[in-house]
């Protein structure tokens, strides 16, 4: 411990000898590390977002998407068949007790201008159940009625993104006219905010109108895209998504083995995928990352051998007086690894700063997990010592004369 | 017995194709408490002879007893203990660490001591070696603030450390003045005499060779003259004949050392 110790110091004094060297190698490391952490942090935020947007949407819902992607063969986007018809979802109503609420859904991006303000987003044609199942209040004005989606009327219920862009901030703009497509449709309610935080897709930063509407009005189309249906209890859900695909398949004449051209999923199968895709990208970016890890060891590895090569008389007399090889070799590498754990802990630093910043300033969602620090603080460890062990190992089989006679 | 014994060293460079033949058979038996001069031509192997002696090196052939023991043929690690304990070495080039004041390079030996010392007491034995040298009140000068003289001496003081009972120094003089040759010397018969500390000193002058007991000199990797030093000089009455100049302070700055 002692020996340790006195090691140490010898190591922290060469370091502190050639500051901006120490400095510029440990740069390497810092970034390498924060990167690392900030990469995960951002990965592992994206998947909490998921959960958080799973939860607030409600998990007994059931959603039905025209189309299976899932399909060999033939592959179509979501939404790609046309197949799925209003019709459909009036059957999913009426014959399934279990499921509480349904609403028809289609979506298309365009442009709603107000005034002199416009403001792209997407506006999602869906039924008067939608608020419901979501337990999604107004903020200002009501929701669509049966009635304005059997005559396909022309309202839109804005999302308080769009209402703040277009109308500004606390103003109740129901009563006024909107342009979508070039067409005027009157603004009859303001979806109170379900809060950003989830990064990706913002659910406020929409517009919705009855289905009728957006087929005929919007899109031109007789099918429907998807169908959004909440179960009446938690423990129904499985069941009810197995009879509304029974259901389905019965309505389109589908056979036996052969595909569906539609796909059910619940709330839950759809985290779980989201969260699976998260989990591949944050483990991508963290690959990423870590390749600068690697270069910031490399960094290291190049430093300790210029090291070695202009002290090379100065390992020559510490022999001479007795140093044997390992204590060469373990004062190196002690070098190398203060090196690394310092730069690695400036790292850690300087990656939480960049994921509060993230967060700050970009509003996307970061979480920095202990596994996370432990796991950069291990591997800068690890790879002062990796790389740090060659030009440790070569210092210490220098030959005490030759080392002394070195120039 | 001799506290060193060597015979018919041998050891041969190979550089390329050329067989270099330093040490063509060398024979030599050092009592304990003599002051060996080793005198010679550049490149007659006084330097070779002498890293071996101190363990830095391995002859190629030939047997080196140190205290009864053979050392010719250790390893590595046991040799580095034989120079970390039995041997104190003084190179011509000081070889201080540079920006480390003289009290941490005297206590540098310690560092790579098999026994613990804890840090009072290296602190305690660096501060009685510099007492030895005559530089207690230097210990915090770095390297390039001291004179060559002083460099010397605090390389000395480094060498004692551990209390060897030999002393290797390879021209400890070759980069000092006269005056500064004279205090050096003075260093090493006190330490001969009054500690009995045994000495193998080289210097290609003869001048200096006769602060030693007895002179050997090499020629082409062999010793042809072996005698003892019957008009011995003494460094201390010499320094108290020479005028005086500022008595701490020794010559001129030399070469600046390793590290
Ligand atoms: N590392 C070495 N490689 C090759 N030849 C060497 C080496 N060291 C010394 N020599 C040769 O060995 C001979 C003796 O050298 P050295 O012992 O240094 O002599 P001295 O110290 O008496 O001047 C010289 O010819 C020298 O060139
Ligand atoms: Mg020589």
Known sequence: MMRLLMILRVALKALNRNKMRTALTMLGMIIGVAAVIAMIALGKGAQASIEDQIRSAGTNIINVMAGNFMAMGVRQGSGASNTLTPEDAAAIRNQIPTAQYVAAGVSTRNQIIAGHQNWQTRIQGTDVDLPLMRSWPMKYGLFFTPQDVTTAAKVVVLGAVVSTNLFGEETDPTGQIVRIKNQPFKVIGVLASKGAGTGFEDQDDTAMVPYTTAQKKLMGIQHIQNVTISASSAHEVKATAEAIAQLLRTRHKIMDGNNDDFMVRTMEEMAAMRTETTKTMTALLAGIAGVSLLVGGIGIMNIMLVSVTERTREIGLRMAIGARGSDVLTQFLVEAVVLSLFGGSIGIALGFGISWGVTEFLTWPTTISSEAVLLSFGFSAIIGIFFGFYPATKAAKLDPIEALRFE | ?259
């Open chain 2, 1 to 259: 017995m001799p506290v060193i014994s060597v015979r018919n060293l041998r050891k041969t460079y190979v550089v390329g194709d050329i067989q270099v033949h330093a040490l063509r058979g060398v024979d030599l038996d050092v009592e304990a408490g003599e002051f060996l001069s080793v005198t010679g031509p550049s490149g007659s192997g006084k330097s070779t002879f002498m890293h071996i002696l101190g363990c830095l090196d391995r002859p190629t052939s030939g047997q080196y007893v140190l205290d009864g023991q053979d050392v010719s043929m250790m390893s590595r690690d046991a040799l580095a203990k034989v120079r970390n304990h039995r041997i104190g070495f003084v190179f011509q080039g000081f070889n201080l660490l540079s920006r480390t004041s003289a009290i941490e390079n005297v206590e540098l030996p310690l560092l790579y001591s098999r026994d613990h010392i804890r840090g009072a007491d290296r602190h305690a034995r660096a501060r009685a070696a510099l007492e030895i040298v005559g530089l207690l009140d230097r210990s915090h000068h770095h390297p390039n603030q001291l004179s060559g003289g002083q460099q010397q001496r605090v390389a000395i003081a480094r060498a004692l450390i551990n209390n060897p009972s030999i002393l290797l120094a390879d021209e400890p003089t070759g980069n000092l003045d006269t005056r500064t040759s004279v205090e050096v010397m003075d260093v090493f018969q006190r330490l001969n005499i009054e500690r009995g500390i045994t000495i193998l000193l080289i210097t290609h002058e003869h001048d200096i060779a006769q602060y030693g007991t007895r002179t050997v000199a090499f020629r082409d990797g062999h010793i042809v003259s072996d005698a003892p030093n019957t008009q011995r000089r003494w460094a201390e009455v010499e320094m108290a004949a020479l005028p005086p100049l500022d008595p701490s302070n020794g010559g001129t700055t030399n070469q600046a050392a390793a590290g």
